[in-house]
């Protein structure tokens, strides 16, 4: 894998995002990258990695303890989710569709964990709508900007044109086809995805191309 810096900006109209890349979580095999959105000095973030104490992560990354406003998970998958130890320590908010409430319990115990569905508007103030996308996990999630394009995608879509498996408990072909459609429909510029590089231009070709490979693989 090509090196990366552990820690990026984006600099995006919906606030600034900082991305924390999934090789900067040492010591606990799998993780997911982990993005967090500034906007009116609270930050806001998506995905918890697998790295259970995320926070020391996040406290070294400049954002504070006390400035975390939330984190929304993509999905119930311990190498998302695991962080969450450490944040709901200091009482922080957690998001996740609650059809993938059992993946999360069966990796880190019970939780007080909020629901996210399409319509709700918990996130409207950073200009980000959330998009039911099944098919890697039931829950999965994807959180969109439609002003810029810019999608939070999980690991339903990664920016490299493949899209999250199918194979494990709850996944479903079928789910991920129709959910990559909607994707389509969308007009992504920008990918946030759960694993590999993020990128803000070609989106949309990333999600064809995964769609192709969607129809083509999962026959
Ligand atoms: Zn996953």
Redo the contacts with the bound molecule.
């Keep these: 894998m090509m090196a990366r810096p552990p820690l990026q900006p984006i600099t995006s109209r919906a606030g600034r995002f900082l991305a924390i890349y999934e090789e900067s979580f040492v010591g606990i095999g799998i993780s ?1 990258n982990v993005y967090a959105a500034e906007s009116g000095g609270r930050h806001y973030i998506f995905d918890a990695s697998g790295h259970p104490d995320l926070l020391s992560y996040l406290n070294a990354a400049g954002i504070p303890s006390e400035s975390i406003a939330a984190v929304f998970l993509t ?1 119930g ?1 311990h ?2 989710v695991r962080g969450l130890v450490s944040l709901s320590r200091i009482g922080v908010p957690a998001y996740l569709n609650m059809n993938d409430l059992g993946l999360l319990e069966n990796c880190i115990g019970k939780r007080d964990v909020r629901d996210v569905f399409e319509g709700n508007d918990i996130l409207s103030g950073l200009g980000l709508r959330i998009i039911p996308t099944p098919g ?2 039931p829950g ?1 999630t994807c959180y969109y900007s439609g002003d810029e394009g810019l999608l939070i995608s ?2 339903t879509v990664y920016a490299d044109g493949y899209f ?2 199918t194979d ?1 408990p709850g996944g479903s072909d079928s789910e991920m086809e129709k959910s990559l459609k909607r994707l389509m429909g969308l007009g992504v510029h920008s990918i946030l995805p ?1 694993h590999g590089a993020y990128i803000m231009e070609g989106g949309g070709r990333s999600i064809s191309v995964a769609l192709s490979n969607a129809n083509f693989l999962l026959r």
């Design positions: 997911s999905h998958h190498d998302h890697h996990t999965s999980g690991d999250g498996r494990l759960g």
